[in-house]
């Protein structure tokens, strides 16, 4: 699997979402590069780990847990929220950072924040009749509802393939991964600080799941961005940045 290492300071550990790559995380690494020792991951059948079959949540948790330090904070961003929370979970990370993520994707009966599954399995369906349409389709879904939605879908169709195209069953798999994982039932025991930082206008995780879901974790704190969509870290890179530092300082001083 594919790290990249950059920076110097405390680690932060930086998980992509479905059908991306480590290097869109750019503009937020920029930022956070003079503080953090940062460890940009490609997933497997992503990016530059491509060739890399995908084995599941907890064997992807373990093989990144085993090439970065064991004090590393954790952030994932959409379906890497759920690799990122997994390590938490299991005690591979010292805190926590869910950017647009939830511990379950998926509306149901007792979760209806969530988006309906149809969202999921009609990108599954597609994949194999027309593989960049379907890319495309999801990377508008991903700007929709940013203040710079325009800026936002450029950036994400420039370099959306910069380390390379993933693999048709990696993205199969992580549909699959968001259709059906949850792990609200664990979040109560979530034994480290997390910080969850929602985009008001994401069309595919909603403000009010993440505000719901920072609720269950005893040490949770929830971070609305006013005029985000689903990748702030685009849009919103300053106030990413900086909530992400106020984080970290709030930590250390606990």
Do not use: N, Y
Request: hydrophobic fraction near 50%; include cysteine.
């Amino acid at each position: 699997m594919r790290i990249e290492t950059h920076g110097q300071g405390p680690a932060l550990v930086l998980i992509h979402g479905w059908a991306m790559h480590g290097g869109l995380f750019a503009p937020l690494a920029q930022r956070l590069g003079d503080h953090h020792r940062l460890f940009l991951v490609d997933l497997p059948g992503h990016g530059a780990s491509r060739d890399t079959p995908w084995s599941g949540l907890a064997e992807t948790v373990a093989a990144i847990a085993a090439q970065v330090p064991r004090d590393a904070l954790w952030l994932g961003w959409s379906l890497g929220g759920l690799v990122a929370l997994r390590a938490a979970l299991d005690r591979h990370a010292r805190g926590l950072v869910m950017l647009c993520a939830t511990p379950r994707f998926t509306a149901a009966g007792d979760w209806p924040e969530g988006v309906e599954p149809a969202v999921f399995t009609g990108f599954a369906r597609e994949l194999g009749s027309d593989f960049a349409a379907t890319i495309d389709r999801f990377l508008a879904l991903e700007a929709m509802g940013s203040d710079h939605l325009r800026a936002d879908l450029r950036h994400l169709r420039a370099h959306v393939f910069d380390h390379g195209e993933p693999a048709p069953a990696a993205l199969q798999a992580g549909l699959e991964l968001l259709l059906s994982c949850d792990l609200r039932a664990a979040l109560p025991g979530l034994a480290v600080p997390s910080l969850w930082i929602a985009g008001r206008r994401d069309r595919l995780v909603t403000a009010a799941a993440m505000r719901r879901a920072a609720g269950l974790a005893p040490r949770g704190r929830f971070l609305q961005i006013e005029g985000g969509g689903h990748a702030p870290f685009l849009s919103h890179a300053d106030e990413v940045a900086a909530a992400i530092q106020g984080f970290v300082r709030a930590d250390a001083d606990a």
